[in-house]
């Protein structure tokens, strides 16, 4: 069994920054991706930034440049280090794993916390 818990949401300006955190914990032989997934009302959720246990990642467009995925393998945390925020970036952020443990292996989503982007 696996949890994940995301901090680091809350309101900041446009062109402002924020941080997030995602903590993967229990009984974790394997991660093989970390990921960042976003949700604003009445849309769609999107994927946002991937991260694999070989440490290539991807981006959405609308992202590039400004968002930056990274882990702390010893941590079992990903990290979306967000740059120059605009309106549109805001939304309910949720992570997203694909671990294996000793009994399975599957996908795992956080709670989500809150960015909100505004003046």
């Known amino acids: 069994q696996v949890q994940l818990v995301e901090s680091g949401g809350g309101l900041v300006q446009p062109g402002g920054s924020l941080r997030l955190s995602c903590v993967a914990s229990g009984s974790i032989a394997s991660i093989y991706s970390m990921s960042w997934h976003r949700q604003a009302p009445g849309k769609q959720r999107e994927a946002v930034a991937i991260?694999?246990?070989?440490?290539?990642?991807n981006y959405a467009d609308s992202v590039k440049g400004r968002f930056t995925i990274s882990r702390d393998d010893a941590k079992n945390t990903v990290y979306l280090q967000m740059n120059s925020l605009i309106p549109d970036d805001t939304a309910a952020y949720y992570c997203?794993?694909?671990?294996?443990?000793?009994?399975?292996?599957?996908?795992?989503w956080g709670q989500g916390t809150q960015v909100t982007v505004s003046s």
């Open positions: 991260i694999t246990s070989g440490g290539s990642t």
């Open positions: 997203h794993a694909y671990i294996a443990t000793i009994t399975i292996t599957s996908h795992y």
